[in-house]
């Protein structure tokens, strides 16, 4: 059993070394949510024009075990990000990946021995998709905000039906936790279904509802969090 479990984190490992190391790419990439599973384990993509997630966490018994994110360019074959954030930045020191990788029709192929296939899930368009970052507790009274400009920020990132939010410092890499899953928004109700819980384990199933209301380039969410716990943020859109 032991042995099983070791080589079960060993190609977990792999898996990493090859998303973070070297991949090779061609043809262009399309934004969306592309899901691999191998085993008991997900990778899920996140990715924009410019901007991708990487989160894997084991599904059943739930376990998190990394999320790194940044903004990427593209220079002939490779695939060049500067990490804003590396939930396992403390013990490998990783700020930049350099991440070529191929493309076969809808699907990303990561690595060669082994091999990760990724499948780009549907598209659905929803009212808070997009990217926003924490900007103040509500109600909005005119105090100090917190923007991009700040090395200490709070991502929520929401895509196809997948949302993701990470707390984060960007000056010094301090990672302070990740969470995610599935939601709906829709007539002024935000639902989420999560999926993975860096800080907790424990509350992957939950199902937590809140009223949202768009305000200009603010999205104000109401209800009550993971704790139970009343609460109301305004978050703003970024750019």
């Not at 690595?111 to 970052?133: A, C, V």
């Not at 936790?177 to 424990?202: C, L, P």
Request: glycine share 8%; net charge negative.
């Amino acid at each position: 059993m032991l042995i099983m479990k070791n080589l079960r984190f060993l190609k977990i490992f792999l898996f990493t070394i090859c998303l973070s190391v070297g991949w090779t790419l061609s043809g262009q990439i399309n934004s969306g949510i592309y899901i691999s599973d191998f085993e008991n384990v997900r990778h899920e993509l996140k990715i924009t024009d410019d901007y991708m997630i990487h989160t894997i966490y084991e599904k059943n018994p739930a376990r998190f075990i990394k999320t790194t994110g940044g903004f990427y360019t593209i220079d002939g074959s490779d695939l060049h990000v500067k990490l804003e954030f590396n939930s396992n930045h403390e013990a490998d020191g990783i700020t930049n990946l350099n991440t070529p990788f191929e493309i076969e029709d809808d699907q990303l192929v990561l690595g060669t021995k082994p091999k990760l296939t990724f499948n780009h899930i549907e598209s659905m368009e929803q009212d808070l998709d997009g990217q926003w970052l924490f900007a103040t507790r509500g109600p909005d009274e005119g105090q100090e905000r917190r923007g991009d400009e700040n090395p200490r920020k709070t991502l929520k990132y929401l895509q196809d039906n997948r949302f993701q939010w990470i707390a984060y410092n960007t000056e010094t890499f301090k990672f302070s936790g990740t969470g995610g899953g599935s939601f709906s928004s829709e007539d002024g109700k935000y639902v989420e279904k999560i999926d993975f819980f860096s800080r907790d384990d424990s509350r992957v199933g939950a199902e937590l509802k809140f009223d949202y209301e768009l305000k200009g380039k603010d999205w104000h969410h109401k209800g009550k969090n993971s704790k139970g716990e009343p609460m109301y943020e305004i978050w703003s859109r970024r750019e």
